[in-house]
């Protein structure tokens, strides 16, 4: 399972991230405490519209590169729980500890913010007519590439 980034503005900017990925990402914008912690939850449900605002979404790109960007070196991943490790990711399925399946990194979290920025994350640009329209009449998942 994937998120779906698209950046309003620009709809040709698509970003792919991972489910593991995520929830980790989502956890971080909580414990950043910038936007009210209903519109977080939120962020959990896929396809059905949530999203940010173009004013919510650079705040969250702005917190994530002064607080946690800033401090997170390139060996570390940030699990579910907000901590740090430089334990790399096994792959390993952990059904006795869930938490453990969740993190995300530096890589990841340095969203493509120009052209020919790649990250760990899956990029695509996808031409209008053969983009799956699953969010038709729904709002952007987020209003701005943060």
Same mark, same amino acid.
């Given at each position: 399972m994937a998120v779906i980034l698209c950046a309003v503005a620009d709809e040709e900017k698509i970003l792919f991230i991972n489910f593991?990925?995520?929830r980790a990402i989502v956890e971080v914008v909580r414990r950043l405490g910038i936007i009210p912690e209903d519109r977080v939850q939120a962020l959990h449900d896929q396809y059905c519209g949530n999203g940010l605002t173009k004013e919510e979404? &650079?705040?969250v790109a702005t917190a994530i590169r002064a607080q946690l960007l800033s401090t997170l070196s390139d060996k570390e991943r940030v699990l579910l729980d907000g901590s740090r490790t430089t334990d790399?990711?096994?792959g390993a399925m952990?059904?006795?500890d869930p938490a453990k399946n969740y993190g995300t990194n530096a890589a990841v979290l340095r969203f493509p913010s120009k052209p020919g920025h790649h990250s760990e994350a899956n990029h &695509?640009?996808?031409p209008k007519q053969t983009r799956p329209r699953f969010r038709a009449n729904r709002p952007p998942l987020f209003d701005g590439v943060v």
């Open positions: 593991w990925h995520w979404a &650079a705040k790399p990711d096994d952990h059904y006795e &695509a640009t996808i």
